[in-house]
C-alpha cells in the first residue's frame, strides 16, 4: 500500500495493478544507456514500459525450456 496518505485514485489504481499482476521490477542503469534509450523510445513513439516489455518478451521467446 502507498504510503502517507494516499488519495482513492490511488489506492483504485494499486488495487488494479495487483489484481492484473503487475510487478514493479527496479534496476540500475549507465546513465548514457538509459538517456540514449529514453530518447530512442521517444523519437519511436513507445514508452519505455512498452520497449522493455517487448525486449523481455522477445528474450523470453528466445530462451524458451525445452
Known sequence: ???GNPNSQTRASEKYQK???YK???FKLKGD???RFASACER???SQSAAITRLME???SEHKEQ
Do not use: E
Open 1 to 3: 500500500m502507498p504510503r
Open 58 to 60: 522477445q528474450f523470453i
Open 24 to 26: 514493479v521490477k527496479g
Open 33 to 35: 544507456v538509459a538517456d
Open 44 to 46: 519511436a513513439g513507445v
Open 19 to 21: 489484481k492484473a499482476g
